[in-house]
Each structure stands twice: as C-alpha cells, then as structure tokens.
C-alpha cells in the first residue's frame, strides 16, 4: 500500500463570533497578540488583554484578536487561546515574513503590528487598535535598523489607532519614513504627534480629526478613491493627566539611552531592554501608561469602526 503524505491546511481560521460579525457587515476592530506574549508581565497580561477585548465590546464592536496557535493562524482568539499565549514559553514574535514559516513548523505565534496589519486587512477588516507602532531605531544611521511596520502600512488599507511610537525610537526619522512611504498620519483632537508615555512627541503634523465618524469618513474616500491602498495611523495622544511625567521620562529615557551603551545592546534587543528598563526605573508607572494607552485605543478604534460599519450601511 502506497503511503501518501497527508498535508497541513494552513487556512486562516476565523473566530466563530468574528466570522458571524464579518459575515453581517458588523464593526470588528483587530487587536494584536504581541502585547500578550511579549508587552506586558506576566500574570497582568491575560488580565489586560481581556480588558482591551471587553473594551471593543464596551464600545459597540467586536474583538478579533490574531495570533498562531500550533501554526494556525486565528483572527479572534477564543479565551483559551488567548490564555495559552499569554501563559506558555516559547511565543514567537511573528511579523509579516515570519508567518508562513511559523505555520509550517507548528509554532505558537504573537503577531506584531505588522502582521496583525495583514492579516486583518486580508480578513476585511478595517480597524485595528494597538499601543505603539514601530519605527525607525536611534542608530538607524548604521544599523538599518526599522521596524517593518512602516513599510507593511505602506501597502496595507488599514486604520492603526496607535499612541504615536515609542519615545525610545527616533520620532522625527519615523515620521519622515512614513511620508516617503505614503502613510497617512492625522492626530485625534491634536496637531502634536504623540510620543506614547507621553502625550507630546515634540513633532506637528498636518492633520487632525475630531470625530470617529470623521475618521469612518477619511476610510470610505480612500475606498471609494481606489487610488491609495497604505494605511491611516490615528495618532490618538494620552490627555496630559495621563501620561508619564515628562521629567521622569526624559530622566529615565536618557539613563536607558547610556545603559544601552555600557552593555552593548543592540538590533531586536533594544526595544525590549529599553522598556523594561523604564518598567523598573518609574516603579512600575510605565506600565500603568502602557495598559491606559491600549484601553483608551480599543474605545476609539472600536468608536471608528461603529462609524464605518454604520457609513456603509447607510450607503
């Protein structure tokens, strides 16, 4: 008898409530996975990324977490697999070129903005709500280093509510970035590009909206247009009660800097040693910031996706 191989199916799997919502031409909002295995301590992770998922609902949509489970990939993570990647070793921290590879190898995955991009573009799905995005490194001048969420917005039709980047990346280098790339960045009530813990990144920008519904507004001219298919980050700024105390961060930010120095850090080990650095220097009060940026970003991401959802309705 001849043994045939017997191949996987690397299908992406939809979320029963997910496929149900997406099928009704129901507001979705896409939550990434990374924030889970690898943003947050454990055990506040689980706890926080079930705050963000019941936020979403909160505000009238529906969560779809992505992430890999056992190489499958999965747009609206059920609590148990949420559970699983926010507890076991051994997460991989997935962006776009990663995935096919994770799949085929059985992994367990986290999915970076990146990938969380791509993968809800490719569901149909329009918004997507994270912390911070990713950008161009403080020594990008010699290591190349940029995150590859600039160059996957650039060809994905997707809206990324975010905090701004990252202060402990180069602000101004990820703006320009972003404009060569044709990125579309708009400030929420704001002209000032938001510098995640704090609410003021030091940089203007263009444009600014003051509603959800302007924003559903800006996603159907580029539908409707069919001429440009990047993304729209929604930079959605902390009110200045919220944020970390700016002294304390540039005191803090500028002590990371040398420590990086001292101990050599360099490439993917940056950004992490960095932000646990701030986590133990500010006693924890980072971390606060973190999980307020998120939940704020879910209500607003979800606010924007009601608004779409009730746009094309209306149509």
Same mark, same amino acid.
């Given at each position: 008898?001849?043994?045939?191989?017997?191949?996987? %199916?690397?299908?992406?799997?939809?979320?029963?409530?997910?496929?149900?919502?997406?099928? &009704?031409?129901?507001? /979705? /909002?896409?939550?990434?996975?990374?924030?889970?295995?690898?943003?947050?301590?454990?055990? &506040?992770?689980?706890?926080? *990324?079930?705050?963000?998922?019941?936020?979403?609902?909160?505000?009238?949509?529906?969560?779809?977490?992505?992430?890999?489970?056992?190489?499958?990939?999965?747009?609206?993570?059920?609590?148990?697999?949420?559970?699983?990647?926010?507890? /076991?070793?051994?997460?991989?921290?997935?962006?776009?070129?990663?995935?096919?590879? =994770?799949?085929?190898?059985?992994?367990?995955?986290?999915?970076?903005?990146?990938?969380?991009?791509?993968?809800? =573009? *490719?569901?149909?799905?329009?918004?997507?709500?994270?912390?911070?995005?990713?950008?161009?490194?403080?020594?990008?001048?010699?290591?190349?280093?940029?995150?590859?969420?600039?160059?996957?917005?650039?060809?994905?039709?997707?809206?990324?509510?975010?905090?701004?980047?990252?202060?402990?990346?180069?602000?101004?280098?990820?703006?320009?970035?972003?404009?060569?790339?044709?990125?579309?960045?708009?400030?929420?009530?704001?002209?000032?590009?938001?510098?995640?813990?704090?609410?003021?990144?030091?940089?203007?920008?263009?444009?600014?909206?003051?509603?959800?519904?302007?924003? *559903?507004?800006?996603? *159907?001219?580029?539908?409707?247009?069919?001429?440009?298919?990047?993304?729209?980050?929604?930079?959605?700024?902390?009110?200045?009660?919220?944020?970390?105390?700016?002294?304390?961060?540039?005191?803090?930010?500028? %002590?990371?800097?040398?420590?990086?120095?001292?101990?050599?850090?360099?490439?993917?080990?940056?950004?992490?040693?960095?932000?646990?650095?701030?986590?133990?220097?500010?006693?924890? +009060?980072?971390?606060?910031?973190?999980?307020?940026?998120?939940?704020?970003?879910?209500?607003?991401?979800?606010?924007?996706? /009601? +608004?779409?959802?009730?746009?094309?309705?209306? +149509?």
């Amino acid at each position: 008898m001849t043994n045939f191989h017997i191949r996987p %199916d690397f299908h992406v799997r939809h979320g029963s409530e997910v496929a149900d919502a997406l099928r &009704d031409g129901r507001p /979705v /909002v896409a939550l990434e996975s990374t924030i889970v295995s690898h943003g947050l301590p454990r055990p &506040d992770n689980l706890r926080v *990324a079930r705050e963000i998922e019941q936020a979403v609902r909160d505000a009238g949509a529906v969560p779809a977490t992505i992430g890999m489970v056992g190489g499958q990939l999965v747009v609206g993570l059920d609590d148990a697999e949420l559970t699983r990647l926010a507890t /076991v070793d051994g997460v991989a921290k997935l962006s776009v070129r990663d995935l096919a590879l =994770a799949a085929a190898t059985g992994a367990d995955g986290a999915t970076t903005v990146a990938a969380t991009s791509a993968v809800a =573009a *490719a569901a149909g799905i329009g918004v997507f709500a994270t912390g911070g995005l990713g950008g161009v490194h403080r020594e990008a001048a010699q290591t190349f280093d940029e995150s590859a969420d600039l160059v996957t917005l650039a060809r994905t039709p997707i809206a990324v509510v975010c905090a701004g980047v990252k202060s402990i990346l180069d602000v101004g280098a990820t703006l320009e970035r972003l404009e060569t790339l044709g990125v579309g960045v708009v400030g929420f009530r704001t002209r000032r590009f938001p510098g995640f813990f704090i609410t003021d990144g030091g940089f203007d920008l263009d444009w600014s909206l003051d509603s959800a519904e302007q924003v *559903a507004d800006v996603l *159907a001219a580029r539908e409707q247009h069919d001429v440009h298919h990047g993304g729209l980050i929604v930079a959605n700024p902390l009110p200045t009660d919220e944020q970390l105390d700016p002294a304390l961060h540039d005191r803090t930010l500028a %002590d990371g800097l040398a420590l990086l120095q001292r101990d050599g850090v360099t490439g993917k080990a940056v950004t992490p040693y960095l932000l646990a650095h701030f986590h133990s220097a500010t006693e924890g +009060a980072s971390l606060a910031v973190n999980v307020r940026i998120i939940l704020r970003n879910a209500d607003l991401a979800a606010r924007i996706a /009601v +608004a779409a959802a009730a746009r094309r309705a209306g +149509a």
